[in-house]
């Protein structure tokens, strides 16, 4: 075989290229996707004399808000991010790091995408909304950065993780994933309650087909309800703007955007007890599965410590989700939207450890009481076992037909509290 037809894998440098295109490639496919809906919404009635190019480069504003880049609107920085758009370019960004066969073609990716995000930025302005080019550029970077080097790594570092460590993982996810269910069921609830004044404001904003844009917003933002629905059951509640703020313990109303997402804010305050009983409740529920999730051979202060750490892992993966949650849509009135990041994370911490160590008494008590009742059944039968053996009088190296009784191998009598010989003693006295 000559030289010529000898195959060499790739270098790095190659690899690196393979990266640089793969980052572009995936910003032009998030762009395609969130540019779906905005034709449409350019579609309906009332957006006759909009360019179509506008609806394309709304589209790219919604690509570079979800990575937590921001845009300025007449002059005003908005923060807040949608996070359907996040979880979007999160699962996008994990899934082409995967692909990487090597760190290089990664570190093209990384560079590709931010450098893509750089352009897009700064051909998306639509008047005076843009996108600032440097905070998109630095958002896009450390995006998909984390997000795709958590993904990368995220195989290689299960792998050296004790097992011990991997039950605490496992129970801080399902603590997680259930807080995120029951705020999703709450947020839902909520809506369905208000849907009447939802729709009314849907009305308000834009009537009929018109009104799409406004709705697809509110899909787009419909985690961001579900992680305000965590903070509520967790306690700390959440902030909408500066005069509202909504908790399981008060309610302040104050001036509130139009939007129909936003009916669903309680509209009078609960009573305490019953605030205090859902938090409870739902932090029990977690304290269970937690417990249920660990292993329960070990000790218990093992165990006590790790229903400690699933707790903490927890709180910090809420926190984490929280922050990304919160923002600004703009200054005065609309500054600070969502919840405190650090307060949702210690006290999911500090509610699901006491419930966890809760039912891990519940179970030492159901145990010692277990072996009490085990231990006062076995020293009743064996005193009935001896009332048997002893009721006729007569000694006890002849059974009840007269014959010897059996002798254990060493010429001697077999102990009688092995419970063997309890069943023979009594099956020799029943015949």
Known sequence: ?????????????????????????????????????TFVAWLMPGADTTPALSALKAAALVVLTGAHGGVVLAGTQVTLAPLLVTGLLGWLVASHARRQDSWSGFTG???????????????????STHAPVLRSTVAALLFVLAVGGAARSAEYLWSRVAQRWQHVCRAAGLVTAGYLAAGSLLSAGMLLAHFSDAMALQRQLAPGAAGLPVALLGIAAAPNAVLAGVSYLTGPGFDVGTHTSVSAFSVSSGRLPVFPLLAGLPHHQPAAWAGSLVIVGVALLAGWAVLRTLPATQSWPHRLADCAAAAGIAGVLL?????LAAGDLGSGALRGIGAAWWAVGVATTLLVLPAAGLWLGVQLLRARFAEQVVTGLYALASEFSADESSGDGEPSELSGDGEPSELSGDGEEPDSDEPGVKVAARARNAS
Request: net charge positive; hydrophobic share 50%.
């Open 319 to 323: 926190a984490v989700l929280t922050g």
């Open 109 to 127: 990716l990384v560079l590709g995408y931010a450098a893509a995000s750089a352009v897009l930025a700064g051909w998306s302005r639509l008047g």
């Open 1 to 37: 075989m000559s030289s010529a037809d000898q195959q060499y894998p790739p270098g790095w440098l190659t690899r690196f290229r393979h990266g640089v295109v793969s980052g572009i490639g995936l910003l032009l496919i998030a762009l395609g996707c969130c540019a779906v809906p």
